[in-house]
């Protein structure tokens, strides 16, 4: 950042590159979209619901298109891509549009391509060792996944006492009945879920339900 920029432009740099993902919102929505169509009404649901950061995961052919819809034409969302899985994956994605980028697991190769993005990820890890390691390479904030099948609440409470330092957002198997549980732990910036976009109320254009969900998650905390 230049320094002979105006005091004020360079704080607000600053805040915004500080910015940490995990602090964006209470619940990032994790989202399979099948229809590329769906992809800005949806998007435009759930910002107006109070949540603006929404995980695209790469699973369907249209998931690029959609994240490329949305950061065109939702400016006012933050949106990424998940299951990020290959550098090709990074590639592509942060070529459609993505500002952030979410993995499931993390191997070497895909951390470095990760680090070398430019853009804000979260690598996924499941045991001890795998935060440990990342912690080593200074990657302190995680998608712990799959949340629920790795022990939960109990598991990450339990991940808190050695590793204090390091910060989660639990996704997999997570309602919106376990994820103030979630949400009270220290070590949880934020939760990923997939309930907020029932593939019912995707599939009838139910733009109003999806608002409703993102509005109840949002109060969440």
Known sequence: MNPLYPARV???????????LLDLAPVIPVVVIE???TAVPLARALVAGGLPVIEVTLRTPA???????IAEEV????????????SDDISSSVAAGAKFL???GTTLSLVE????????????????SEVMALAERGIKELKFFPAEAAGGVPYLKAMGGPLPDVRFCPTGGIRVDTAASYLALPNVGCVGGTWLTPADALAAGDWGRVEKLAAEAAALR
């Open 63 to 69: 998931a690029r298109e959609a994240i490329a819809r």
């Open 102 to 104: 979410v993995s499931p």
């Open 75 to 86: 400016p006012e969302a933050t949106v990424g891509a998940g299951t990020i899985r290959t």
């Open 35 to 37: 229809d590329a169509g």
């Open 10 to 20: 360079r704080h607000a740099y600053w805040r915004k590159k500080l910015m940490s």
């Open 113 to 128: 391509a990760l680090e070398a993005s430019g853009v804000p990820y979260l690598p996924g890890a499941a045991t001890v």
